[in-house]
Each structure stands twice: as structure tokens, then as C-alpha cells.
């Protein structure tokens, strides 16, 4: 089986950036290309993948797959353990990995990925409002056992909420001890770091990104 991930640029692209984490973990061999975001001629590539005209998307030989969720999905059919085994841990831990595939929107919008930033200025309420209910998600998640991951082994709701961890850090935005913790255990993990290195050399800028809370 071939396998090749589409993704946007490493500094940016939060919604790539969740599949290749479960992907490095899966240890399913794949390839990677990085289709540089908002400049000429890009949307017309990302349609020539799929009509969603998105990344992330994942190449299966001559198939192609869309969606962080769904390449996740694809990935925990051929390694299981990328889920929680109990049943009811693995339930919820679809719920919060849903969750986050379609809420907290104002984090979103108001503070956008963007692992070389590094700010205090502060951020509408809406923003924080979203960061605190995130935080009180992660804090209830985590009291439930002595592990360092939402669900104690890494799953795949740790993938899908890395990218909100780097916000935290990257806008200075306020949280608990036990979610700081957390943070820096995603942060460090040797996977992330990979990635990280890329986004600090890449030369592709977002401008209307890097704009967001100067």
C-alpha cells in the first residue's frame, strides 16, 4: 500500500498538521507533500486532489482521501490502539476529537496556529471564553488518571488537540497547571518537534496570519 499526505505549510496548517502526527504514530510509511497556501494557482491544485479543495489529503495508491478525521479514521483501522481499548474511553475520546474537529471557532479565528509567534497581547473574549471551556475539558480528562494524555496513552484526541496546545503557547493564553503540563508533554513529543523544525526553516509566509494580534 502507497501512501502520500498532502499537506499546507507546517508553520500554519493546524488541520495537516493532526493526520501526520497519527500517521508518525501509526508507523504507516508515507510520503508528504507541501502545497503552499493563499498564493496564485494553489486552490486549483488542492481541487485536482478532491472536490473539497482542502488539505490535509491522503493519497491510498490511486485513491485520495480528504479530511483530518477521516485519514485518522483510515489509520486507526490499521493500528487500533490509536483509540483508547475501552469501549467507553474510546467513545468519549471520539466525542472530544469531534469536538474539536468542529468547535471552539473564536480559538480558531482569533488565534490561528502559528508556531513562530509569540505574543501577549490580549485576545477577544470570545477567544478566551473558548481557550477556558478547552482547558476545563483537558483539567477533567486528565484528573481520571496518572497518565500524561487525555486518555493516559497517547490516542488520537491528543493529535487533534496539539494544534490548540501550540495557541496556548504561541498567544500566551491562560491556563491551569495540570493543562500546562499537558502542553509541554505535546510539545515535546519528538513527532511535534519534527514538525516544528520544518516550520521554523520553511520560508512561506501567511501575512494576513501573521497580522492576527501583532
Known amino acids: 500500500m502507497s501512501l502520500k499526505l498532502y499537506i499546507g505549510n507546517y508553520n500554519y496548517s493546524s488541520w495537516s498538521l493532526r493526520p501526520w502526527l497519527v500517521l508518525r504514530k501509526a508507523e504507516l510509511p508515507f510520503e508528504e507533500q507541501v502545497i503552499d497556501l493563499d498564493i ?58 469531534k469536538l474539536m474537529h468542529e468547535g471552539f471557532q473564536a480559538l480558531r ?33 486528565l484528573s481520571r488518571h496518572d497518565g500524561p494524555f ?16 501550540t495557541r496556548f503557547a504561541s498567544y500566551d493564553l491562560p491556563r491551569t497547571a495540570r493543562s500546562d503540563t499537558y502542553i509541554s508533554e505535546l510539545m515535546a513529543d519528538p513527532d511535534f518537534q519534527d514538525w516544528e523544525a520544518e516550520a521554523f526553516i520553511e520560508t512561506h509566509i501567511l501575512p494576513e496570519t501573521d497580522k492576527v494580534n501583532q
Open 150 to 165: 487525555l486518555f493516559n496513552d497517547w490516542s488520537i484526541a491528543d493529535a487533534f488537540y496539539t494544534p490548540a496546545a
Open 40 to 97: 496564485p494557482g494553489y486552490k486549483d491544485k488542492l481541487l485536482a486532489l478532491t472536490d473539497a479543495g482542502t488539505v490535509p489529503v491522503l493519497q491510498i495508491n490511486d485513491d485520495m482521501l480528504p479530511d483530518s478525521l477521516a485519514i485518522s479514521e483510515f489509520c486507526a483501522k490499521a493500528v487500533p490502539n490509536l483509540w483508547p481499548t475501552d469501549p467507553k474511553e474510546k467513545a468519549e475520546a471520539q466525542r472530544v476529537t
Open 109 to 141: 479565528n482569533e488565534a490561528p496556529m502559528n508556531l513562530r509567534r509569540r505574543t501577549s497581547k490580549p485576545v477577544p473574549q470570545n477567544c478566551l471564553d473558548d481557550a477556558a471551556e478547552m482547558v476545563a475539558l483537558w483539567d477533567d480528562l
